[in-house]
């Protein structure tokens, strides 16, 4: 039996979220530029959204390029920058082929131009798309996040549109850059690193993690269905007993 055929699709996660790593290393072990391995790591996004499409995931959220992601070298980020652009470029008529929305989180304004109007104009023509919802993490860091929402209902508070006794956590969540994305009920980590980076903090709370030694540009559709196997070995509890369940 194939690993898809493994896969009880009545308990898909509805939201899956990967931080893709390891294409700077990929890259070093074959002697190559780091961007070598960003470059082949494209191939690896679409193995993952082709399988997630095909089993029924709705949203697919990518760490694309995060905060912390501007203290590379000025070549690397550059280069990053512009295969953005060149991705969109070449797989647009595939996206809108395959049903695939386009969202991001994360601010924007700091992108070069030409990239912010490359993914306004492809978030403009997949918005009808229904199959999957890709949500690009770009210049995204969840302290970051959490830092503009606070300062969001703080200025609610002050125009007295909500008092201190109001706020609860569905305020939060609802001033969050996901407000209107479920929270990923799985995340999948690659390369072997065991942290979370500064990704969807808030939104993760109740997350399963599963993290696995490859590097992202090896990272297959078989990999993406083993995550999906393995978390469906799980028991999500959110605090109450088995016997609850």
Not at 65 to 93: C, G, Q, Y
Not at 151 to 168: C, D, F, M, P, R
Not at 187 to 214: D, K
Request: glycine share 4%.
């Amino acid at each position: 039996m194939s690993l898809v055929e493994q896969i009880d699709r009545s308990r898909v996660p509805e939201h899956v979220a990967i931080i893709m790593d390891g294409n700077g290393r990929w890259a070093m072990q074959r002697g190559k530029q780091r961007i070598f391995g960003h470059k082949n790591g494209v191939n690896a996004v679409k193995a993952a959204t082709e399988a997630a499409s095909e089993i029924g995931v709705k949203y697919l959220t990518l760490y694309a390029f995060s905060t912390e992601n501007w203290n590379r070298p000025k070549s690397e980020v550059d280069a990053l920058m512009n295969l953005l652009v060149e991705t969109i470029n070449a797989e647009m008529e595939t996206l809108l082929k395959n049903g695939i929305r386009i969202l991001t989180i994360g601010d924007k304004s700091l992108l070069p131009v030409d990239v912010q109007r490359k993914l306004n104009d492809v978030m403009l023509r997949t918005a009808h798309c229904e199959t999957i919802t890709m949500v690009l993490a770009l210049n995204y860091g969840s302290r970051l996040e959490i830092t503009e929402t606070v300062k969001k209902i703080v200025s609610l508070t002050l125009q007295g549109k909500i008092t201190a006794n109001e706020i609860t956590p569905d305020t939060i969540t609802s001033n969050l850059h996901t407000a209107n994305i479920p929270d990923p009920a799985l995340l999948i980590r690659t390369s072997g690193e065991l942290r979370l980076s500064n990704f969807l903090l808030w939104q993760l709370a109740y997350t399963e993690l599963y993290f696995t030694p490859v590097l992202w540009p090896d990272f297959t559709k078989d990999d993406f269905f083993m995550a999906i196997i393995d978390y469906q070995k799980r028991e999500r509890r959110f605090g109450k007993t088995s016997d609850q369940l």
